[in-house]
């Protein structure tokens, strides 16, 4: 936004009451990477009905608008993003457990979640416990491990819709396939789920959410952030090629880096940031990963992680203009 539309629009958005907001938030504090330049806004409200009256604003103004969860599966530009950031996080976080059916708002921490239903003694949610993010974000990207998806637990998801208005969906709406929710197309914002689970045994459901969780601390990065899986890993590829992990690090590219920005030595489907890394070293990285291996297998390896233009614009981050590696 220009800095006179600016300075008018935020003093309109504190009037609307629509939640906690900074001005030029520098989005690296809002993503896994550590990666990407200013929000023009980053708005953090506290319930649906704050959501809904944030998107008619922006609507009424034309104004881009971005929903992010904890940005685990989000490269930002260096520019950052010139429009509206709407974080579901800490403040929309309420969870209730009524028999096998948890009711949660979007923002509820992913493994919190999966802890709390271990405790009440319900089984499902196992696949779920090492995945940094907020539930919005899962359900969005029908997230899972383990070849699951969240989507195979939700039985309602209330979310806004572009024009401002409430919706509730059913499984049937959201059409859950893999990494893949209907809810993208839709542009829906999710404010809260239902998801159902199994009865099952609380020590048996932890003893499973442990191992998980130390074959991860086994096989991932550590240390140096990261955005977890870059590259899709589909059940047709892993059949005809492999996963990306073994196809990037057959090819001999763990270790291989671009600025800040380098295959890990430890998992070849995970990009960390050594520091300094920006969104350009990374799409470079991605662009010399898919030519080395489409050369060599001829695969063209798709992004699972999603890369924000800076109009606030989301697409696979291997659509991005620079992760070409055509060009
Ligand atoms: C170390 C590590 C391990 C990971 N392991 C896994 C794994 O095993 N399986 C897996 O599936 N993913 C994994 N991820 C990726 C990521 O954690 C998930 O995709 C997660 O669900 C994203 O949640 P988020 O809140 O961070 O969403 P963000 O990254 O903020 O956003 C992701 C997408 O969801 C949208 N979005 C976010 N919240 C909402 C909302 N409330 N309503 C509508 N749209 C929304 C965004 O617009 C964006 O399109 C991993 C990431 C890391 C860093």
């Known amino acids: 936004m220009p800095p006179r ?5 935020v003093q309109q958005l504190a009037r609307l009451e629509v939640g906690a907001f900074q001005v030029r938030e520098p989005l690296a504090r809002h993503c896994s990477w550590r990666i990407g330049g200013p929000a023009d806004v980053l708005v953090e409200p506290e319930s649906a009905a704050q959501v809904a009256r944030l998107v008619r604003f922006a609507r009424r103004h034309a104004i881009p608008l971005l929903t992010i969860g904890q940005g685990t599966n989000l490269l930002f530009d260096d520019t950052g993003v010139r429009g509206i950031v709407l974080k579901l996080g800490a403040r929309m ?8 059916r948890i009711r949660a708002e979007a923002g509820v921490w992913v493994p919190h979640l999966a802890r709390q239903a271990a405790k009440a003694g319900l089984g499902g949610l196992e696949h779920i416990i090492g995945i940094p993010g907020t539930l919005g974000g899962l359900v969005l990207m029908n997230g899972g491990s383990q070849r699951r998806g969240i989507g195979e637990n939700v039985r309602r998801v209330w ?3 572009p024009e401002g208005n409430e919706r509730i969906l059913g499984p049937e709406d959201c059409a859950f396939s893999y990494r893949h929710s209907a809810l993208q197309e839709m542009g829906a914002i999710v404010v809260r789920a239902e998801l159902e689970c199994e009865a099952g045994d609380p020590g048996e459901i932890r003893r499973a959410m442990v191992r998980d969780l130390r074959e991860r601390r086994r096989k991932f990065p550590r240390k140096e952030p990261n955005c977890g899986s870059v590259f899709l890993s589909t059940a047709e590829m892993h059949a005809s090629v492999g996963p990306p992990g073994k196809i990037i690090e057959e ?8 600025g800040g920005a380098e295959v890990s030595p430890r998992h070849a489907n995970f990009i960390v940031n050594r ?10 990285l991605i662009a010399h990963i898919r030519r080395v291996v489409f050369a060599r297998i001829g695969f063209d390896l798709r992004c699972e992680v999603r890369y924000v233009d800076p109009q606030g614009r989301l697409m696979p981050a291997d659509q991005a203009p620079s992760a070409d590696f055509h060009s």
């Open 275 to 284: 520091g300094g890394a920006s969104a350009a070293d990374v799409l470079a």
């Open 93 to 100: 976080a309420h969870l209730e457990i009524d028999g096998r």
């Open 159 to 161: 979310a806004i819709d």
């Open 251 to 258: 090819a001999g590219l763990k270790g291989t880096r671009i």
């Open 5 to 9: 539309d600016l300075a008018a629009h």
